[in-house]
């Protein structure tokens, strides 16, 4: 079982930066790939970026590609999201996922125009 808690979100400005992080317990996450997703107000949960258990992979969505990096460090347990050039349309809950199997409550970020 491995619980993850997300944080590092807020209200911003466009144009700024923001950095996720994601803790977990219970259980190393050097076993999963982790992954974000977003949801903003009455749209679908939508996938963001992903990485490989050992890191050497990632994957990011189109819509936040070359603005987003997704990373993490084994060593202490925690994977990042860090957002460069925020636009209004990132507002949404962040959430990572372990193996799609195991989810965070997510944290809250907004961007103003």
């Known amino acids: 079982q491995v619980s993850l808690a997300e944080s590092g979100g807020g209200f911003v400005q466009a144009g700024a930066s923001l950095r996720l992080s994601c803790a977990a317990s219970?259980?190393?996450?050097?076993?999963?790939?982790m992954a974000w997703f977003r949801q903003a107000p009455g749209k679908e949960r939508e996938f963001v970026a992903a990485i490989s258990a050992g890191g050497t992979t990632t994957n990011h969505a189109d819509s936040v590609q070359d603005r987003f990096t997704i990373s993490r460090d084994n060593a202490k347990n925690e994977v990042y999201l860090q957002m460069n050039n925020l636009k209004p349309g990132d507002t949404a809950v962040y959430y990572c996922a372990a193996d799609n199997l195991y989810w965070g409550r997510g944290t809250q970020v907004t961007v103003s125009s």
């Open positions: 219970g259980r190393t996450l050097s076993y999963y790939a």
